[in-house]
């Protein structure tokens, strides 16, 4: 059985980094992982320390491989793999002229990249699937693909492959959504809003709120007084205040440590698997 | 004549705040000044003090300040209205597949931006229209979308697909297509089919009325200033960096690049004083190195690309008033002169 979890979050807060720290920290289980990268953004790759993803699985390390979903690729391999079209019709300029109908109708794009994810699932090589998955504001639209196909579609092929893609989804034991955030307003703003509608309409088996970027507290008062420790003090008492204001609008799950200073995308990655490795 | 200065960069890097902050300054320097955001946070709404809508309205307390909000849905009706005929409009936005399309498109939040950009330009109403970009692309997208729309409907593709000219209502595609079709009719059904291919149509009608709209708007842009904001986080960085590699082929080169929440440089190295706290001397330590952090981050971007760097400092709270946003533009370094 393959375990799946999808994170994904507002832009800019993290959610490669995140997405690779959970690949890690699976690896290190033992387990045989695979980390996606679902809309080839270019980000995750650096985090596992190989830039360059390709749609073929490539190793990163021991029990971990990538790969990076490019959509012409994607098609080309749903079309054969799942819906069972030859091969020869699937290359060169059909298979661009079919991407591009394709691309027109809704949720058959998303289809094709959920499918891919989902198809890697299914075959039962990984133990682990971990997927940076779209952003929050297109989320929604992949996770809602296979039943907005089957609304959509009365006939054709790709009808009968909706149906086990939804059930891998809504299974809590192998479907996770990890919804990334920053203590901060705009983020916090969509994550709640995001989860709503996630558990609303059912999308997925099980959402965990992680927040990220979380500043300890400073332990001490901030001394009536000027220079840079009295200044750096001060700064850091209202970034954590405001911290704790927005985090009393989330029930989350997990917090992952600001990590202050230098550090490599693959350090940054390993740094927040540790604190994922603590957790249950 | 108005002057547009567009404002890029990733998400969440401040692009918002900082075009607010320019719009008061400028408006307080004496301009009058339009800022059109995109979807900004309550709060931020709030420090603005005045309520955005997708038109323009005048701020009631700053007698040069207009703002205006962009809706992406919004703006795409009535893209659809300029350029098409009203009963091909109407089948247009009801068709699930223009929903589906004009969400789908890459550029489209961006191409609905550019397009109230020019017509906020063409107005004149204004000297100064200060427009904050969607982030898909870091901006890049709002400078190409006019492009890419004009190729959309009428695209080589498109044309191929539903023949040369333009039948009317009737269906025709042409015979190299046929291939392709039976295979869409096997995988999607041949119903949905014939409503893509319907949609497509209509499509087309809007051609010669985007093309040129196009044109006009490439224009605007390749005349605008641009600014392109970030913070020294590595993420946002890589954003501007595209940005940076992008720009030339699309717009002018940026008037500046701005890093925002950029600490103090004085801090690195700095000593604690005796006898403190030891949670004190530990807080300095961990924001030297990101202050540190932040410098290199700069020094690196400054040495690959020769271009002016201006900074604003980390601010402890977000910018409550609009006297705060004030403050922000007078607190920045190196920022060239935008108007």
């Known amino acids: 059985m393959t375990r799946l979890v999808l994170v994904s979050g507002k832009g800019g807060v993290g959610k490669s980094a995140v997405a690779a720290a959970y690949a890690f920290a699976a690896k290190r289980t033992g387990s045989r992982v695979l980390a996606v990268d679902m809309i080839n953004a270019g980000s995750l790759g650096p985090h596992l320390g190989e830039p360059e993803l390709s749609f073929t699985p490539r190793p990163v390390g021991d029990g971990l491989e990538a790969l990076t979903i490019d959509r012409a690729d994607a098609l080309i391999e749903y079309l054969r793999v799942q819906i069972g079209v030859p091969a020869l019709a699937t290359i060169g300029p059909a298979a661009r002229a079919f991407d591009a109908l394709a691309s027109t109708a809704p949720a058959v794009r998303e289809v094709v990249t959920m499918g891919k994810v989902l198809w890697e699932v299914k075959k039962g090589t990984w133990d682990v699937v971990v997927a940076d998955a779209p952003p929050t504001g297109q989320i929604g639209s992949f996770l809602r693909s296979p039943r907005s196909v089957r609304q ?27 919804l990334v955030t920053l203590l901060e307003e705009l983020p916090v703003v969509e994550t709640t809003e995001t989860q709503g509608w996630v558990l609303e309409e059912a999308l997925v088996g099980d959402v965990t709120i992680v927040a990220n970027r979380v500043l300890p507290a400073l332990g001490t008062a901030v001394p009536e007084d000027d220079g840079p420790m009295v200044e750096a003090a001060r700064l850091h008492q209202s970034l954590w205040s405001e911290q704790q204001e927005w985090a009393t609008r989330l029930e989350i799950d997990l917090r992952l440590p600001y990590l202050f200073g230098t550090h490599t995308p693959p350090e940054v990655a390993e740094r927040l ?3 994922l490795e603590e957790e249950p | 004549m108005t002057r547009a200065l567009v404002v890029t960069g990733a998400g969440g890097v401040g692009k918002t705040t900082v075009s607010a902050a320019l719009a008061v300054a400028a408006s307080r320097a004496g ?17 603005l003090g005045i309520e955005l809508t997708n038109e323009p309205s005048p701020h009631p307390e700053e007698p040069q300040l207009w703002a205006a909000m962009l809706d992406a849905t919004a703006s795409w009706r009535e893209v659809a209205r300029r350029h098409a005929d009203p009963e091909v409009t109407d089948r247009l936005v009801d068709n699930e597949f223009f929903v589906a399309a004009t969400s789908h498109f890459p550029a489209s939040q961006s191409y609905a931006a550019a397009e109230q950009a020019a017509t906020y ?24 979308a006019p492009g890419q729309m004009a190729d959309l409907v009428g695209g080589r593709l498109l044309r191929w697909l539903t023949g040369a000219r333009i039948p009317g209502r009737r269906f025709l595609f042409n015979r190299t297509a046929k291939p392709v079709l039976r295979l869409a009719d096997q995988v999607l059904g041949a119903n949905l089919l014939e409503r893509i291919a319907e949609f497509l149509m209509d499509l087309r009608t809007t051609y010669d009325g985007v093309a040129k709209r196009a044109r006009q708007i490439e224009r605007h842009m390749k005349s605008a200033t641009t600014l392109v904001v970030t913070t020294s986080e590595p993420a946002a960085m890589r954003e501007a960096v595209r940005f940076f590699r992008a720009l030339p082929a699309v717009a002018s080169a940026p008037a500046a690049v701005v890093f925002n929440r950029v600490l103090p440089e004085e801090w690195i190295g700095a000593e604690a004083p005796a006898m403190s706290h030891n949670n004190l001397v530990e807080n300095l330590e961990r924001w030297a190195a990101e202050a540190f952090r932040q ?8 040495e690959r690309y020769p271009t002016a760097i201006a900074t604003i400092p980390w601010q402890a709270h977000p910018p409550t008033d609009r006297q705060a946003l004030a403050a922000m533009v007078e607190s920045a370094d190196g920022l060239p002169d935008l108007w």
């Open chain 2, 121 to 144: 330009l063409d107005a004149r109403a204004w000297d100064l229209v200060i427009v904050d970009t969607p982030p898909a692309s870091g901006g890049i997208d709002f400078f190409t």
């Open chain 1, 273 to 275: 698997a540790d604190v």
């Open chain 1, 152 to 178: 959509l579609v009365a006939t054709g092929r790709i009808l009968d492959q909706v149906e086990w893609m939804d059930a891998i989804l809504t299974d809590p034991a192998l479907a996770q959504l990890v």
């Open chain 2, 31 to 47: 301009l009058r000044t339009l800022v059109v955001t995109v979807d900004p946070a309550q709060r931020l709404a709030t420090a």
């Open chain 2, 295 to 302: 410098r290199s981050a700069r020094r690196e971007f400054g």
